[in-house]
């Protein structure tokens, strides 16, 4: 069951209740996108309708920072820790090694996004990463087409939010063979360094 702040749904979910759970919707050929939720964006969904359909249609939206973990001690709800985006990422990481998913990194800087796409094969030499493209490619019916030739099933989109987040809505179900989306903001700036 979810958790909801200020009609702001949020998963009580663990990194590996996560992994569980993606791993068999995966198998059953459902799409899933994950979310990072923070109080900025709780705050922000409260004029914005836009935002908070974003994150409510979301299939996890993960606590990712502490203001969250203190609204539901103090309703007494689950969520006991953290499940922060890079973690999230760092996890969903070692699961596409584990079991062979390709992986695709869209977003960032061209230099960012390749010093990460190394870094990634360093510490993961198993995973498969089926392709990038830097966060300022222009011509999105290219990247699609580029996205679904490549074989990936997992993406990382890193364009800030709600930037991410919008993409990944217009264009999941264009992309069929990808089950994963995670939006994950500055992570690859965190990945390349
Ligand atoms: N970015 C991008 N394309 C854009 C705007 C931003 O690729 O049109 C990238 C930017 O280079 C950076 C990331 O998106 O790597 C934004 O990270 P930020 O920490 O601002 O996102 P947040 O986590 O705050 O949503």
Redesign the pocket.
């Known amino acids: 069951m979810k958790e909801t702040y200020l009609g702001v749904h949020v998963s009580p979910l663990t990194y590996e209740g996560i992994i569980t759970e993606i791993k068999n919707r995966m198998a059953a050929g459902q799409q899933s996108t994950i979310i990072?939720v923070n109080p900025e964006k709780v705050m922000t969904a409260q004029n914005n309708p836009e935002v908070k359909n974003l994150i409510n249609g979301s299939t996890f939206q993960i606590p990712d920072g502490v203001g969250i973990l203190l609204a539901s001690k103090m309703k007494k709800g689950k969520i006991h820790s953290r499940v922060t985006?890079v973690d999230m990422m760092a996890r969903l990481l070692k699961f596409a090694e584990d079991e062979q998913h390709p992986i695709y990194l869209y977003?960032?800087?061209k230099e960012?996004v390749e010093k990460a796409a190394d870094n990634i094969k360093q510490q993961h030499p198993g995973i498969e990463i089926a392709g990038m493209t830097?966060?300022?490619e222009q011509d999105e019916e290219a990247l699609i087409n580029r996205i679904n030739e490549s074989g990936a099933e997992i993406i990382f989109v890193?364009?800030?939010?709600p930037?991410?987040e919008l993409w990944i809505r217009r264009n999941m179900d264009k992309l069929k063979n990808v089950l994963v989306f995670q939006g994950?903001?500055?992570?690859?700036?965190v990945f390349s360094g």
């Open positions: 990072a985006g977003g960032a800087k960012v830097d966060g300022y890193a364009l800030g939010s930037k991410q994950v903001g500055g992570s690859f700036d």
